[in-house]
């Protein structure tokens, strides 16, 4: 472990500005949240009629998780924030953990570091003690902002250790994937589509209910959070179920960073062929070659949450009949109108806003393309710049609406079965799902903008995903300006199916996009490449 402090305070230093911004944020976002259901559900007796329906409901199980306990603040936060929060968490510690190791040998400036008098194992202790660090402050952080805030000390410590938990979790998994792939684009990929199964595990799970297969959940780092069961008698067992995986993951990774070259992975890039086939004489041929694996596995992957979410449908009908407050909560959530046409807007606004994830990987594919020096030698052929540029977009725009309509087809295949219309379900769920189109596109016009005009803040098209997801999931909640929650574009798609469709909003997304992109080619090509 010699060098171990010295790259710790590396690493701190150049992420200060980053692990601030996620800290606060995420700390903020959750005592806001508390402080806003506390004012919402100030009796007991609202909390107790929330817990009375939503706690057994497939369809909030799915969204949420289970409502144990509604009769403290706490709890309710617990259920409304947990999993959205901790996804955040586990997204925070992946990204860091990637950037400090595979992104470091990608570009040589581990090997530099690694001539000076550094340990093999250093870098990736380093990597693994800072992600420990953010997501530990976080979680002490949370907790005894809540107990300031009048909860319970031992719940809110519960809830702010699991959320930590599960940072550690995917600080393990980062540290993993991390040693696979000789990307970090795809070490990424890797712990990100864990993360996804994760998720998958615990809305099954949790949707099935106490008659199905709960043994699910358990097998999700985000299901044990739940069951950690923050004031609702705190298991804090549960916690050393995700101390036990991180060190066995650490323990992994440690092992195989010694069974590898530096720089190499230990999955080996597969040789090309001799000869290349002539589709990779074009720049768009070359793109999709980079890009048809992410958008495949994109849209197999919003088939199947689509699917997930579509199966619970019903069941909210049933659930809400009776329960006017209730009625008012699905609203804020995603509309207003027919109970079960409300509930598949709002899941399908949530899934738009994880195809906008599939959007910004695929525009920011440029710079990786750039980093690595592989942009140069494309460009320096006949092929223009607005070519090159182009050829990668046309994947974040026709990309869109392929792998929207893949989660509507799941969602309308699913739920036009249990209702006994699945050719009407599905045309009814595919418009929805593409009416989202317009949005998401503007997302990719941001990422593209600042790829040309600020390559260094590339990397910030993700934070703005993350500000998009709080207006849309938590601004009604947090009680904010329209004027705040209008800066989604999100916010403005009309909530369908059950809503009227207007064009208006749409084309002018539609404009807001195009002059993003348009603001992109300009501004790339009048930078220096690199």
């Known amino acids: ?11 701190l230093r150049r992420d200060r500005l980053l692990l601030a911004v996620w800290i606060v944020g995420l700390v903020g976002i959750t005592l806001s949240t508390a402080s806003t259901v506390g004012e919402l559900y100030g009796s007991l007796e609202s909390r107790q009629q929330l817990g009375a329906t939503a706690g057994s409901n497939p369809a909030f199980l799915a969204m949420l998780g289970p409502l144990y306990d509604a009769s403290t603040t706490g709890g309710v936060l617990a259920w409304r924030w947990g999993v959205f929060g901790a996804l955040l968490v586990g997204l925070m510690c992946m990204f860091l953990v990637t950037r400090h190791t595979r992104a470091e040998e990608e570009t040589g400036r581990l090997e530099l570091i690694g001539s000076a008098v550094v ?31 009048g909860e319970s000390a031992s719940g809110s410590f519960a809830l702010g ?15 993993v994937s991390a040693q696979l792939s000789e990307s970090a684009r795809t070490a990424n990929s890797i712990s990100g589509a864990v993360l996804g199964v994760a998720y998958l595990l615990r809305a099954v799970g949790d949707a099935a209910g106490d008659e199905g297969p709960t ?51 230990l999955v080996p890039t597969r040789l090309g062929p001799a000869r290349a086939p002539g589709s990779l004489g074009s720049a768009f041929g070359l793109a999709w070659r980079l890009q048809r694996g992410m958008l495949i596995g994109w849209t197999l992957s919003l088939f199947v949450l689509g699917a997930v979410y579509g199966s619970v449908a019903r069941g909210v009908e049933q659930m809400l009949e009776a329960n006017p407050a209730l009625q008012q909560i699905i609203s804020q959530l995603g509309g207003a109108g027919a109970i079960v046409d409300v509930y598949l807007a709002s899941i399908i606004g949530i899934i738009a806003l994880f195809s906008a994830i599939y959007v910004v990987q695929s525009t920011l594919r440029l710079r990786a393309e750039e980093t690595d020096f592989r942009a140069e030698p494309v460009l320096a052929t006949p092929v223009s710049r607005f070519a090159w540029v182009g050829s990668h977009l046309v994947f974040a725009t026709v990309g869109t609406p392929v792998v929207l309509a893949a989660a509507g087809l799941g969602a309308g295949l699913v739920h036009g079965a249990r209702v006994g219309d699945v050719g ?12 989202h189109v317009p949005a998401v596109w503007v997302v990719a016009g941001l990422a593209l903008a ?28 947090l009680q904010l300006d329209q004027w705040a929650m209008d800066l989604s574009p999100f916010t403005h798609i009309p909530k369908v199916p059950g809503a009227d469709v207007t064009a208006t909003p749409l084309l002018w997304l539609t404009l807001v996009a195009a002059a993003l992109v348009a603001v992109g080619f300009a501004g790339f090509r009048r930078r220096d490449v690199g």
């Open 1 to 11: 472990m010699t060098g171990l402090g010295s790259l710790v305070r590396l690493a």
């Open 119 to 149: 340990a093999r194992h250093a870098p990736l202790a380093a990597a693994v003690v800072v992600a420990l660090l953010a997501s530990t402050v976080i979680g002490l952080l949370v907790a005894l902002g809540l107990t300031g805030l």
């Open 161 to 175: 250790l699991a959320f930590a938990s599960v940072g550690w979790v995917f600080t393990g998994v980062g540290a």
């Open 215 to 265: 043994w699910l959940t358990w097998l999700s780092p985000l299901g044990w959070l739940e069951r950690t069961r923050a004031f609702a008698g705190d298991r804090y067992w549960v916690l050393l179920l995700p101390v036990a995986l991180f060190a066995v993951l650490v323990a992994v990774a440690s092992t195989l960073v010694t069974k590898r070259d530096l720089g190499g992975g």
């Open 424 to 435: 009407g379900q599905v045309v009814r769920l595919v418009g929805a799902a593409l009416t």
């Open 450 to 477: 600042l790829f040309a005009l600020v390559p260094k803040l590339a990397s910030a098209s993700w934070a703005v995903i993350v500000v998009f997801l709080v207006l849309g999931q938590l601004g009604p909640l």
